[in-house]
């Protein structure tokens, strides 16, 4: 059997090397990927798939569609509420219609007309007075008519007036944020239909389907996993001693099995605190048994793989 000690031992020389160059540079580490998960905001049943495990896919491609006969109503609905809400705001601005305006033009017509034989009914009967051949409350009738043909003629001109005129600020600024609030809600339905169809956000792999034609998706559930070009990173562990080696913005070289060329990475990741396997005294011996996990990002095009080992060195 072989005893606790003698793994230890061997995990050691295979994390840092047993021979003086690999021991100052060669490391172990391995691919670790950041996949996007796709899913949708609300549930609906998919009625096409546009990808298949393994396709490559490109920025705002669509991968797959869903019911939208709902929010296609919800839009119809939003778009004629914002129409009606224009055309209220726009009739406020303009004032009486000409047909309106034309009514009103009448009325005041016939009221001059009304204010006209009424003058000339008071005079007459003015006239008519001075001689004795009509009394008072002939003469007064006649002042009351004329007074309230005068009226009449006034009212009218007042009401073109009024007519021609836009609506009170007040009613305008109703009217005009009423309009606002229906247009943000037809937009609002129209962006909720476009999120029927999900698309890629970013190029890269589509690496699973969870969801297929013909099956419900839930909402917030994800319908396949993408792996973005970009999304491939090392990581590896390193003694503290070197921690000083790997800052940020290193470049390191990795190289894999069988892999005739080697893929620079930078690191992009350097842990704050160390690890260790099990619990030790830090005792001068001991202390080498602390590690650092460091990250390194790989560029896009690596032709590496997930959970593939790999040996990383310093340039």
């Not at 008519?145 to 109703?174: D, F, G, P, Q, T």
Request: proline letters at 3%.
């Amino acid at each position: 059997m072989i005893k606790r000690e003698s793994v230890l031992v061997l995990f050691a020389m295979l994390l840092f090397g047993c021979s003086g160059g690999s021991a100052q540079n060669g490391l172990t580490g391995y691919v670790e990927a950041e996949y996007v998960y796709i899913s949708a905001l609300e549930t609906g049943w998919i009625i096409s798939s546009a990808v298949n495990e393994g396709d490559r896919v490109s920025a705002e491609q669509v991968l797959l569609s869903l019911d939208s006969e709902r929010q296609t109503l919800d839009v119809a609905e939003a778009a004629q509420r914002a129409a009606a809400a224009q055309a209220q705001w726009r009739d406020l601005q303009r004032g009486a219609r000409p047909e309106e305006l034309n009514r009103l033009q009448a009325q005041l017509a016939e009221a001059k007309t009304s204010l006209t034989l009424a003058n000339l009914e008071l005079r007459r009967q003015r006239d008519l007075r001075s001689k004795g051949a009509t009394s008072e409350a002939a003469l007064d009738r006649a002042n009351a008519e004329y007074s309230a043909a005068n009226a009449r003629v006034e009212s009218a001109a007042a009401s073109i007036s009024v007519a021609k005129l836009a609506a009170r600020e007040e009613m305008l600024n109703a009217a005009k944020a009423a309009a606002e609030a229906a247009e943000a809600v037809l937009a609002k339905a129209q962006w909720r239909l476009a999120q029927r169809s999900l698309v890629a956000r970013q190029a890269g792999l589509v690496t699973a389907l969870y969801y297929r034609q013909g099956e419900q998706l839930p909402a917030g559930a994800p319908a396949l996993s993408l792996l973005p070009d970009d999304a491939l990173k090392i990581r590896f562990f390193i003694p503290q001693s070197r921690a000083a080696e790997f800052a940020p913005g290193t470049t390191v070289s990795i190289h894999q099995d069988g892999g005739a060329e080697t893929v620079n990475a930078t690191v992009s990741y350097l842990a704050e605190q160390v690890e260790f396997t099990p619990p030790v005294i830090y005792s001068v011996a001991n202390r080498e048994k602390l590690v650092f996990m460091v990250e390194a990002r790989l560029p896009p095009n690596s032709h590496l793989h997930a959970g593939q080992p790999v040996d990383v060195s310093l340039l």
